[in-house]
């Protein structure tokens, strides 16, 4: 009799914590995620931060998390990785928690590839009761961004944009700098060229410092990416020669930034990235940089506007002293045509796929990127 009386007993309390766990399990767990650095540039790595707090009595026994993390965001040293497609991969953490316990785990990423990530697929959270007899299943949102900036290039883009600028004061200022104008010196930032290291400011203070230039050269720069390519079917080359745009387009704003000249940007491509970013009015300094790098991470191979409509849209924005300069995959006749009726405004060209032109009017200057030289040349 007393056998019975404890089987049933087992019983009744396999069953109430069962019915307990069923609803309550999932109840009052939290997840947070969040990168270490909210921006990166491509190969560099950073740290996810996934932090569970179990705010209950009861003990989680076993919690399975199941991620998804896009392909271009790769795991460093982690074994509990399974490929479901192309774009996406589970990422699998096992752990038990107890009651009103906090966790964190931390995951190592290497960004290989521009773009913005949202992690907006919820966290699948799989877990048993408490003797493992049955398991329950439940999802919990927890965003998080990681935003990958453009490869950043040597472009030589001093002596570039100073080749499509006039004024002899102006171009020698760009194509030899003239230490006399040094106005200070700066912590180095990933995007800084080695030549503007300051070594005897960084043996002084033991960490990286870089000169500070200013010009008095009053000019601002409109740069304008173009991706209309005037065809539906693309090709594998294209997307490689709109890539390696973006990177020029990027390195020229962060160079001339660098080098204390006003930088404005538009784009007739759809932007990934939250804003207002078809026109961003010329600005310096490095608040201007970090967001014209988001907008650049977060363009698309897509289009926003045709060119014509997105000249419209720039024409009050091309004030007395604001030259423009043109980054686009491709440039031809139809590209040249739109921008000459653009009056009184220097403009600069700069295609990754070199074009005869049939005619250039005189305020417009074409370059070329060349892979080979790591250097922008004219063409036509």
């Not at 999932?26 to 190969?43: T, V, Y």
């Not at 410092?209 to 005037?230: C, E, G, P, R, S």
């Not at 423009?324 to 000459?340: H, W």
């Amino acid at each position: 009799m007393n056998a019975l009386w404890f089987i049933l007993v087992v019983a009744f309390v396999l069953a109430m914590q069962a019915n307990l766990y069923k609803k309550y399990i999932f109840k009052d767990l939290k997840i947070e995620r969040k990168f270490e650095n909210s921006a990166i540039f491509p190969g560099e790595k950073t740290t996810l931060k996934v932090t569970l707090v179990n705010k209950k009595i009861f003990p989680i026994t076993y919690l399975k998390l199941q991620q998804k993390i896009p392909v271009e965001l790769q795991m460093v040293k982690s074994s509990m990785v399974e490929n479901n497609d192309k774009v996406k991969y589970f990422h699998t953490t096992v752990l038990s928690m107890m009651p009103f316990q906090r966790i964190t785990r931390k995951f190592e990423i290497v960004g290989i590839k521009r773009g913005v990530y949202n992690l907006f697929d919820p966290v699948k959270v799989f877990s048993t009761d408490l003797f493992g007899s049955e398991e329950y299943e439940s999802e919990i949102l927890a965003h998080a961004r990681l935003v990958v900036y453009p490869n950043l290039i040597d472009l030589n883009s001093s002596f570039v944009v100073a080749d499509s600028l006039q004024g002899d004061v102006f171009v020698r200022r760009w194509i030899i700098e003239d230490p006399i104008m040094i106005s200070g010196i700066r912590d180095y930032t990933p995007s800084d060229n080695y030549k503007d290291i300051n070594w005897k400011a960084t043996a002084k203070n033991q960490t990286l410092k870089v000169n500070k230039y200013d010009y008095t050269a009053d000019k601002k720069i409109m740069i304008l990416f173009n991706i209309d390519f005037h065809r539906y079917l693309f090709k594998t080359i294209d997307l490689q020669e709109f890539e390696k745009a973006v990177e020029v387009a990027a390195s020229l704003s962060v160079d001339l930034l660098k080098k204390g000249i006003p930088v404005g940007f538009s784009t007739n491509a759809i932007c990934l990235f939250e804003g207002d970013y078809s026109i961003i009015e010329p600005s310096a300094g490095e608040s201007q940089i970090s967001k014209l790098l988001e907008v650049f991470a977060g363009l698309s191979f897509f289009k926003r506007y045709d060119l014509e409509e997105i000249l419209r849209l720039m024409t009050n924005h091309l004030s007395w002293g604001t030259d423009l300069v043109v980054v686009t995959p491709f440039v031809d006749d139809k590209v040249v045509n739109a921008l000459s009726d653009i009056g009184n405004t220097k403009i600069s060209i700069v295609s990754i796929k070199p074009n005869e032109i049939g005619h250039l009017p005189t305020n417009i200057k074409l370059f070329f990127y060349n892979e080979e030289g790591k250097q922008l040349e004219t063409v036509g």
